[in-house]
C-alpha cells in the first residue's frame, strides 16, 4: 500500500510533467508563464506533503510553501510586465517571432 | 498514517480534478480557456492543501493565486490582444518531443522514488542544542496553524522574510518601470 | 432553545437514520444558507425599492401584494420567465460560466459569519475566518471581467475591465483595513474578533478607548472600500446604465442575469455583516446590562447589520458616481495611505500594551 505521501509525490510529478509539456510546446509568451504556474503548483504540494510526512514536528514544509507562493508572485508580475512591454513593441507575443537577436 | 475513505475519496477526485484541468490548460487553443482553467488548478491545489491540514496555506494559496495571480494573468491577457475577440490562436508546434520530455521526466521521478532513501533533517533537541527555541513548531492543540506561521516567521525564517519583503518591492518597482508607457515621467 | 440547533437536529436526524452524518449536514446547512440568502436578497431589494422612493418623494412598489411586499417574488419570476439570449459574438462556456463565478463567493462567504453567540448560528467557526472572506471575494473579480469579455461587446468589455481595476485597487485598503480588528483581537477568526469586542460599545473597534479611537479610521476605510467592493454608488461606475449601459452585464438576460442581481445584494449585505463582526462587536449588547445570549445575539446582530445595509442604501440614494480616475486615485494616494498609517499605529499601540 501506497502511502499516502507517496500519491502526493507522484501527483506532483505528473503536475510538473503537464508543466515541462505546457513549456516545450507553446507558443504564446503568456501560456508558457501560465504553464510555468503550474509547475510551481506541482513544486508546492511537494514541499507540504513531505513536511506533513517527514518533519510533522515542524512546519518547515508549509511555510516553505508560502515562501515558494510569494516569489512566484513577484517573478510572474515582472514576467507579464515584460511580456506587455514586449507586446508594445512587437505587436505580437509569440516566442517564435520575437527573434531580432538572431542572426 | 492512517487515512479514511472519504479523505481519499476527496483526494482522488481533487486530483482527477487538477490533472483534467492542467490537460485543459496546456492544450487549449484559446488563452482565456485557458486562465480560466488554470484557476481552477489553483483551487484543486487549495484543496490538497487542506487535505494535508495546511489551512492557513490553502487560504493563502487561494488569495494570492486565485485573486492576485489569476487577476494578473487575466489583464496581461486583456493588454496583449485585441479587445473584442476570442484571443489568437496558439498553434502548438513539437507535440511529440514536448511528449517525450514530460514522459522521460515522469519516468526519471517514479524511478527516483521507488529507490529513494529518506534523509530526515536533523532534530533539534532542547537539551543539546541552543537553537531549539527558535526552530519552527508544529501547529497544535495549544497553537494552531496561523500561530505556527507567524512563530515560524519570526523566529526561524526571519532573515528569508525579510529577503522576500525586499524582493517584493523590487518586483513592483521593477514591473511597474518595464510596464510603462514611455516618454511619461 | 441552547441546545437546539439546526447541526445538532440534523446529526440526530442522521443517526436515526442511519446515513453518514458528516457529508449530509454539510448539505443540509449549504441548502438552509442557500434560502437565507434568497429570503435576505428579497427583503433588501424590497426595502431599497421603498427606501430610495421615500427619499425621492415618491412611493416604492405599492399594487403587488399587501404594500408591495411580493414586488421582489414577481421580478425575479419576470426574470426566469424571460428569453435566454446569447450574443452571436460570445465564448459560450465562459458566458455561462461567468455568472456562476460571480454568485459562488457571495454564497460562500456566509460560512463563516456569527450570526449570534452559541456558535451554532455560525455555520463553521474557521481558524482563518477573515482570510478566508478575502480569498474568495477576491474571485469576484474575475467572474466580473469574464463576464465582460465574454460578452464579445466592446461596452461589456471595457466595463468589465474597469469595474476590474476598481476591484483591485481598493481590495488593498480594505485588506489593511481589516489587519486593524486582527490586531486588535489577535485571531483571525471572525468569532474570536467578535468575542474580543466585549459588552460594552466604547470598547468595540469602531470606536476602541483602549486604543484612544484611533481604530476609526480603519472602519471608515471598511465600509468605503466595502461599498466600492461590492459595485455600490457612488462607486458604481462598471455597471451605470447612463455610462457604459450597464458594463459588464449589459448582454446577460433572464436567469443568468439574475444570478448577477441577486450576488450584488447578497454581498452588499455580506459585507455589512462583515463589518458588523469586525467593527461593531458583532452579537454583543452596547450595555453589559442587556442581555446578549441565544436569540438576544441574533437580534443585535441583524440591528446592527440592517443598520449599516441602511447607511449604505441612503448612500445609494444620495450621492452621484465617482469618475474612473477619481476612483483610483482615491484608492491608491488617499485610502491606502490612511489605512497603512492606521495599522502601523494601532499595531504601535498593540504592541506597547
Known sequence: MISSMMHYLILSAMLFSIGIYGILTR???????????????????????????????????QLFAAFVITVAAAEACIGFALIIAIYRNFEKVSVDDINIMRW | MGRDVVWWAFFYLISAFVLFNAIIVVT???????????????????????????????????????????????FAVMLSEEVVGKGRALVSRGKGMGIVVAACFLVLMFALYSSCVVFLPPTYEAHISPVAQFVAKAPSSAMGNVEAFGVALLTQFLVPFEFVSVLILVAIVGAITVARLSGSK | MYGFSLSSFCERFLKWTKLPTDLLVG?????????????VVLALVYL??????????????????????????????????????????????????APLIVFLPAYLVYIVIPFGHPSHFQPKDLNLGILYVLAITSITVIGI??????????????????????????????????????????????????????????????????????????????????????????????????????????????????????????????????????????????FPFL?????????????????????????RATYPRVRIDQLMEFAWKRLFLVALIDVAVVSLIAATS
Open chain 2, 28 to 74: 487549449s487553443p484559446t488563452l482565456f480557456r485557458c486562465l480560466l482553467h488554470l484557476m481552477l488548478v489553483f483551487i484543486g491545489v487549495a484543496g490538497l492543501f487542506l487535505l494535508q491540514g495546511a489551512i492557513f496555506l490553502a487560504g493563502v494559496q487561494v488569495l494570492i493565486y486565485t485573486g492576485g495571480v489569476t487577476t494578473l494573468i487575466l
Open chain 3, 145 to 286: 471581467v469574464s463576464a465582460g469579455w465574454a460578452s464579445g461587446s466592446k461596452w461589456a468589455t471595457i466595463g468589465g475591465m474597469r469595474s476590474a481595476a476598481q476591484l483591485i485597487s481598493y481590495e488593498v485598503p480594505m485588506s489593511l483595513s481589516v489587519i486593524v480588528p486582527v490586531l486588535v483581537s489577535g485571531s483571525l477568526s471572525m468569532k474570536e474578533i467578535a468575542q474580543a469586542q466585549g459588552d460594552r460599545f466604547w470598547h468595540w473597534n469602531f470606536f476602541n478607548l483602549n486604543y484612544f479611537g484611533l481604530t476609526f479610521p480603519a472602519f471608515i476605510i471598511y465600509m468605503i472600500c466595502a461599498l466600492a467592493e461590492t459595485n455600490q454608488i457612488p462607486f458604481d461606475l462598471p455597471e451605470a446604465e447612463s455610462e457604459l449601459v450597464a458594463g459588464y452585464n449589459v448582454e446577460y438576460s433572464g436567469m443568468r442575469f439574475a444570478f448577477f442581481f441577486l450576488a450584488e445584494f447578497s454581498n452588499l449585505f455580506v459585507v455589512c455583516a462583515i463589518a458588523t463582526t469586525l467593527f461593531l462587536g458583532g452579537w454583543h449588547a452596547p
Open chain 3, 27 to 39: 448539505v443540509i446547512v449549504a441548502v438552509f444558507i442557500f434560502f437565507f440568502m434568497t429570503f
Open chain 1, 27 to 61: 507558443r504564446n509568451a503568456i501560456a508558457i508563464l501560465m504553464c510555468i504556474e503550474l509547475m510551481l503548483n506541482a513544486v508546492n504540494l511537494n514541499f507540504v506533503a513531505i513536511g506533513a510526512h517527514l518533519t510533522p514536528n515542524q512546519i518547515t514544509g
Open chain 3, 291 to 315: 442581555p446578549s445570549e441565544g436569540l438576544w445575539s441574533v437580534l443585535w446582530f441583524m440591528l446592527k447589520t440592517w443598520t449599516l445595509t441602511f447607511v449604505a442604501l441612503w448612500i
Open chain 3, 48 to 97: 431599497f425599492r421603498k427606501f430610495v422612493g421615500f427619499v425621492q418623494v415618491r412611493l416604492g412598489p405599492r399594487y403587488v401584494g399587501p404594500r408591495g411586499l411580493l414586488q421582489t417574488v414577481c421580478d425575479a419570476l419576470k426574470l426566469l420567465a424571460k428569453e435566454d439570449i446569447m450574443p452571436e459574438n460570445a465564448d459560450k462556456g465562459v458566458f455561462i460560466a
